[in-house]
């Protein structure tokens, strides 16, 4: 599976923000663990109907050396649209999509 970043191009709070997003949830949740990332920056149902993370520009540096791919802006709404959950089903499978992390980061 691969794991996409767009560009820092969003600013809020002082600092250059894009996406963290993958086709597959699991493979988001697993590398945004190995990132070091917070699970308050992690963007998905019921909240937004695309999962993703909102990463600051220093974090898509590292995802980028951790093997992230950097994705246009075209690349990234197609991938949007692909992984969206249809806001209709959004509360049928709310705890479903909920991210299930790891309790220990790794060592």
Do not use: N
Request: glycine content about 6%.
């Amino acid at each position: 599976m691969t794991v996409y970043v767009d560009d820092a191009i969003w600013v809020w709070k002082g600092r250059k923000w894009c996406h963290l997003m993958a086709d597959d949830i699991d493979e988001l949740h697993g590398f945004a663990f190995r990132l070091g990332l917070q699970l308050s920056s992690y963007q998905g149902p019921p909240k937004t109907t695309a999962p993703h993370y909102d990463i600051t520009g220093f974090e898509r540096d590292r995802a980028l050396r951790l093997g992230a791919v950097a994705a246009e802006r075209k690349e990234i709404v197609e991938l949007f649209r692909r992984v969206r959950v249809p806001r209709a089903s959004l509360h049928k499978h709310q705890k479903d999509l909920h991210p299930k992390l790891p309790m220990k980061r790794p060592g």
